[in-house]
Every structure is written in C-alpha cells, then in structure tokens.
C-alpha cells in the first residue's frame, strides 16, 4: 500500500477521535467514485483533555502517538494525495500551535485547523459524493466530540450551513462526569443543547428538507443502538424521537454508565452516548424532525474528494 500513487488518505483529528481513510479513485457510470481502501481510528478523547482552554499532557500524548502511528502508513504518500485537517477541541485550544508542532512531525503532512463553516461545507461533499446524485433537498446533522454542524442543501450544493459549539464530548465531561446519569443532568445537558440550536432554527425551518441525514459517529453509534436494543417502533429503521427517548429511559434506570448493559455499543463510545443522545434530542425538538437515516462519514470524504478532483 506504501507509496502508491493510486491511493489517496485523508486524516481527521476530530475532538473524540483521530480517523484515516485512504482510498483509491475508481471510474464508475456516474464518474469518479471514492472508494474505501482502508480506515484507521484511535479514540484519543482530545475534548475531555481541555481544561481552562488548554490540551493538557495527556491528550497531547495520546494525540502524538496516533499521528505517529497514521505517519507510518503514510511513508510513500505524495504531499498532494494526503489532507489532514484538525477540527473544534484545536480550534478551541490555546496552545494549539505547540500540539501542531509535534503533531506535524509525526505525522509528515501539514495539518489544517478549519473553521466549523469549512468543517460544515466539507461533510456536505463527502456526503453528496456518498448518495445518488439527486436534487432533494437534504438536512445534515453531524455531531462531534466538541461541535456540532447543521447543513441544508440540494443535490451536491449546500445551501445554508452552522457550526454550533456542542459536541458529545465535551458534554459528556461536563454533565455527566464519572459515567453518572440522572434526570437533572439530562435534562439540562438538553436545555442547553437547545438554547444553542434555537437561534438558527427559525433559518433552518424556513428552508425546509425532504430528507435527514446524520453523518457522525454519534448518529450511526445511536441508530446502531436504537435497531439492536428494539427501542424504535415497529417498521422504522434509523433514528426517532420516540426511539431516543426510550434510550434515555433506558440510561435513567441504569443511574450509571458500568451498569448500562446495551447489544451493539462498543465500550469505547460508552462515555460519549449520554451527551451525544442529549444533543440528538434537542435538535429532534428544536428542529421538528420525525426521523433520521445514519449515513457515512461526510468529513473524510469532503477531504478525498477535494484531492482526487483538485
């Protein structure tokens, strides 16, 4: 796989998790189609590293050593075949430029920090290279580990994009510490969720959609639990409200997360379920959406699509 010049990776330092994707170019009927060769994830949780606004030693040494890993299936890779791009949890952090620094030379590529308006645009390609090519009008939610972007748009066109500072890591550490779960700390992780979507979703509502989308971790993480646990209606698929709200039950009645006992959650996403379903809920609300289909990751195949088609 080293050094061939067929291949393409893209790297995503998101707030929970570091993801490579390499993939390889493959001519189909409706063109240039991305496909996955190989996908790389080490759960380096930078998010709940934050402290006072700073990556302590830590998360910056779980974030080094997964960059070293990734640089060493790396080696061979042209400069312009990889993109690498740091999201929320190094915007937010102030001493960003010394983890770039080691980040960097670990890794052998430049690393970008976008904005959440790039990071939104971004996951509306990779989505739209991902689904048929069509002109519905389509609502995206992608929830990370330290924001969350919201993307109405049409065919492969988005139309209006947010980033909120939201994310299921970041909430997890702050309204569920320790893995402890109750009504009141659901119940304001929500209220705050919603007081952040609200100022957008006049905007939001105003477009109209025809079709949900979420294109995180989060969102395939609770459609997953939803479908294997029962919790949705009979005959729905995906994610629903009223599936949602009987996941809450379920993390209500356990009182904490060592004893919540779910079929298809893997335990390295167990801290990022509470936070992630209190953000999924407020945007159900807020929103008004009835119900949402899980879809690939939309980030890295923004970044493929931008260097294969460049």
Known sequence: MKGDVSLFAAVDLGSNAFRMMIAQPVKHDRGLVIEEVKTLREPVRLAEGL?????????????????????????????????????SAVRQ?????????????RLGFPIEVITGHQEAHLVYTGIAHAMPSTQTKRLVVDIGGGSTEFIVGRGDQPVLTESLAIGSGTFGKRYFAGGRV??????????????????????????????????SGTARMLAKVLKCNGLNDPGHTGITYEGLLRLALRLLAAEH???????????????????????????????????????????????????VHN
């Open 51 to 87: 402290n006072e606004n700073a990556l302590d030693q830590l998360a910056l040494d779980r974030g080094w050593q997964a960059l070293e890993r990734f640089g060493k299936r790396l080696r061979g890779f042209p400069a312009g075949r990889v993109r690498a791009v740091a999201t």
């Open 257 to 307: 997360l060592s004893r919540l006992h779910l079929v298809g959650l893997q335990s390295q996403r167990l801290n990022l379920l509470p936070g992630g379903l209190a953000i999924m809920l407020a945007a159900f609300k807020t929103l008004g959406i009835e119900s949402m289909t899980p879809s690939e990751p939309g980030l890295r195949l923004g970044l493929l699509h931008g260097l």
């Open 182 to 215: 109750c009504s009141l700390s659901l119940q304001e992780a929500e209220r705050v969720a919603c007081r952040h979507i609200e100022p957008i979703s006049g905007r939001y509502r105003a477009q109209g959609w025809e079709q949900v989308l979420g294109s």
């Open 93 to 105: 952090a102030n001493n960003a430029g010394l983890f770039l620094v080691g980040a960097e030379q």
